[in-house]
């Protein structure tokens, strides 16, 4: 006990508090430049200013459908303040981030993982890029992953006692509903709590009230989403123009959704290109393939083990939300970041496992060799972990230059371009633009999506309807830019006038149009 506890001493110094001093001590007002960040401050504005929930940023501001509000709300004090409070966004994001990595180390600690264990388990979530990237600038990836967390341990809990019903499934449920507001994926935490209670349990009178409890409480919080989005209407542009659900039947969501309708045959090949694409990310990012294949086979291993043992939640919800981040046509990093501590912990519990045979087939034979060496490599696993830990996070922490040095050209062209649009138009001017939250943001002046499509006749009359006076595009290869409104302006002078460009940027004025 006494190494174990100098060991959580020295993960928690210096993976930990080291790091986690670092990233403060480095606070700055520079704004994370992405789309999706913007979208959010400007959520959380448009909360802020009783908008209600409104794509504020929209040449026609309607009710946004797509992004889940909790993080908006999380934002909207700060933006009462003022209209890009950068300094305390930072600092809830960083905060968010390192409670996260608290819970998920108790969460697992308290697994009887030991402490080796837990702490492997809590490397895999803060050892990773994202980590820090996704703590500098608003992004649900913390939030989200804080509330999964929590909802699984209180979804426990609350399965588990036969005591204080109701107040274990409220708990439980709010947990389960927020996670859902913080990211739609959440639908896998309540569809995996869903299941084991009605499936995985004798379906008692105890099990049925919790069943009853649980289902009621979060088909609401669903029903409120849901309904809502279906009474808003609209277009329910996000950041590529598609909702989440149109993004489900597409074979490739930067084209028209009306011209790359997937078939079986593409979502099939859709969900083996996921695959392979995580697989090389499950609880230590590789290439190497005979590895991602032993550690496909220890998960594999490890969450057979955890449903035999009754850890049937966390088995649940890891293959409900692999399934959901396997079907969609945007893949990345963060999508799986929330399960990698549950993968990491299968491939442990697959190892250990292992181990344990090995160790029983060993004292079968009569040798002390397993039992001798037990104790020097668990005490030479711990300092060696520890300071690998304590590298990987001061590396980490230097990373977040990369935040700042990501497509250094495209930023300050179109800071640039956002200064020549405050000194050339007037407030009410209205643009169409690739990048339309982040131009409203810095501008001030309302932006819409260039319409997904490459009808000339559609566009044209989209330009007409939304009396587009501006159009800007940025040279980022993205399809807003290269694939609809641009063919169209190249093909139609007569109604655009280039009025300024730089390296990435162009900026059109709309003329000689009538109706």
Not at 21 to 42: G, I, R
Not at 430 to 449: E, M, Q
């Amino acid at each position: 006990m006494k190494y174990d506890r100098i060991a959580l001493a020295l993960f928690v110094f210096i993976g930990v508090i080291l790091p986690a001093l670092f990233s403060f001590f480095t606070l700055n007002t520079e704004f994370l430049y992405t789309e999706d960040a913007a979208k959010y401050v400007l959520l959380g504005r448009s909360l802020a200013e009783g908008k209600g929930y409104t794509s504020i940023w929209e040449i026609n501001p309607s009710p946004h459908r797509k992004y889940a509000p909790l993080l908006p709300v999380l934002l909207s004090p700060f933006s009462a303040l003022s209209p890009l409070n950068v300094l305390m966004m930072k600092i809830l994001m960083k905060s968010l981030a390192f409670l996260c990595a608290i819970i998920i180390f108790l969460y697992f600690y308290r697994r009887k993982t030991g402490l080796a264990g837990a702490i492997l388990i809590t490397a895999a979530y803060v050892l990773p890029a994202d980590f820090l990237y996704y703590s500098e600038g608003p992004n649900p990836l913390h939030l989200y992953t804080l509330l999964s967390f929590l909802g699984l341990w209180s979804l426990e809990t609350f399965i588990d006692k036969g005591s204080g019903i109701v107040r274990n499934a409220l708990i439980a449920s709010l947990l389960c509903a927020l996670c859902f507001f913080a990211k739609g994926n959440g639908l896998a935490l309540i569809m995996a709590g869903c299941a084991v209670l009605l499936l995985g349990a004798p379906l008692s009178p105890i099990n049925r009230r919790k069943a009853l409890i649980f289902v009621s409480i979060t088909m609401i919080a669903l029903l409120l989403w849901f309904g809502r989005s279906f009474l808003a209407g609209g277009r329910g542009e996000g950041g590529y123009g598609h909702s989440y659900t149109s993004e489900l039947v597409m074979k490739n969501m930067d084209v028209p959704l009306e011209e790359v309708r997937a078939g079986a045959a593409d979502i099939a090949g859709r969900i083996s290109a996921n695959a392979a694409f995580y697989g090389r990310n499950l609880a230590v990012t590789t290439n190497n393939p005979y590895l991602i294949l032993l550690e496909t086979y220890l998960l594999l291993c490890g969450i057979v083990l955890a449903i035999r043992k009754k850890e049937t939640v966390p088995a649940a919800y890891w293959l409900l939300y692999s399934a959901i981040i396997l079907l969609f046509t945007f893949r990345g990093t963060r999508m799986y970041t929330p399960i990698r501590p549950l993968s990491a912990y299968f491939v442990i519990s697959g190892l250990s496992a292992h181990a344990e045979m090995a160790g029983t087939f060993w004292k079968r034979r009569g040798s002390p060799l397993f039992r001798a060496l037990e104790k020097p490599l668990t005490l030479l696993l711990m300092p060696v972990l520890v300071v690998a830990i304590g590298f990987a996070g001061f590396d980490n922490a230097a990373k977040i230059k990369y935040a700042y040095s990501c497509r250094p050209q495209v930023f300050w062209d179109f800071m640039k371009a956002c200064e020549e649009i405050k000194s050339r138009t007037d407030a009410a001017d209205t643009f169409y633009s690739s990048i339309a939250p982040a131009l409203f943001l810095y501008t001030g002046r309302r932006a819409s999506y260039p319409p997904m499509t490459r009808d000339g006749d559609k566009i044209l009359g989209r330009i007409r309807g939304d009396k587009v006076k501006y159009v800007m595009l940025q040279g980022w290869g993205n399809f807003f830019s290269d694939e609809t409104i641009y063919p169209f302006i190249e093909a139609n002078p007569r109604y655009f006038k280039q009025i300024y460009r730089n390296d990435t940027c162009r900026i059109y004025k709309v003329e000689g149009m009538r109706d």
